[in-house]
T-cell receptor, first 115, second 114 residues
Framework: DQQVKQNSPSLSVQEGRISILNCDYT??????FLWYKKYPAEGPTFLIS?????DKNEDGRFTVFLNKSAKHLSLHIVPSQPGDSAVYFC??????????????FGQGTTLQVKP | NAGVTQTPKFRVLKTGQSMTLLCAQD?????MYWYRQDPGMGLRLIHY???????AKGEVPDGYNVSRLKKQNFLLGLESAAPSQTSVYFC?????????????FGPGTRLTVT
């Protein structure tokens, strides 16, 4: 059972436009969410996160939105740049004293930004 | 500060052979993880450790064993490799600080089992 789903395997956008990557989750206990970026032949790197007490978090060109009622989060990249071309993974976890730091990852979305 | 390193970077095994993947981190993190990445499957947790001398099973542990004898090292073993274990393996580490759950990943090991 896939608890974190990224239903779009790929996305292609023009340089300068907005990229919107989506992620859905099924476990209502998840209360902390992260986005990772992965270039070919490299390990994933942390991009941005959001806790369930917020519905938006911004960091430069990257904004993550959380809709708890819909169990949906999205990553907006504005403006998109060719260097943003990568695989993006969303991940989720449950905060708490028994948390072991485990993250549940989605399948990933490959973003291509065309010059 | 090297972060998380993995050795080897590439390996080809024949079915039935064994090998050990080494992960090392220099950030003094308590938690360490092994994942495998397969096309369309995302990152799936194999085993993890919350401290020196402790290990636990993740989502896909069958066919793998792990050991964490030192805080900075986390070893992943394949006792009898199978073609289904052809994958890219990532190690990660993290620490617990309030709401911080970011994991730091190594560059990966590409394993092919023929």
């Amino acid at each position: 059972d896939q608890q974190v789903k990224q239903n779009s395997p790929s996305l292609s956008v023009q340089e300068g436009r907005i990229s919107i990557l989506n992620c859905d989750y099924t476990n209502s206990m998840f209360d902390y969410f992260l986005w990772y970026k992965k270039y070919p032949a490299e390990g994933p790197t942390f991009l941005i996160s959001i806790s369930s007490i917020k519905d938006k978090n911004e960091d430069g060109r990257f904004t993550v939105f959380l809709n708890k009622s819909a169990k949906h989060l999205s990553l907006h990249i504005v403006p998109s740049q060719p260097g943003d071309s990568a695989v993006y993974f969303c991940a989720a976890t449950i905060h708490g004293s028994s948390n072991t730091g485990k993250l549940i990852f989605g399948q990933g979305t490959t973003l291509q930004v065309k010059p | 500060n090297a972060g998380v390193t993995q050795t080897p970077k590439f390996r080809v095994l024949k079915t039935g052979q064994s090998m050990t993947l080494l992960c090392a981190q220099d950030m003094n993190h308590e938690y360490m993880y092994w994942y495998r990445q397969d096309p369309g499957m995302g990152l799936r947790l194999i085993h993890y450790s919350v401290g020196e001398g402790t290990t636990a099973k993740g989502e896909v542990p069958d066919g793998y064993n792990v050991s964490r004898l030192k805080k900075q090292n986390f070893l992943l073993g394949l006792e009898s490799a199978a073609p289904s274990q052809t994958s890219v393996y990532f190690c990660a580490s993290s620490t617990r600080t309030g709401w911080a759950y970011e994991q730091y990943f190594g560059p990966g090991t590409r394993l092919t089992v023929t």
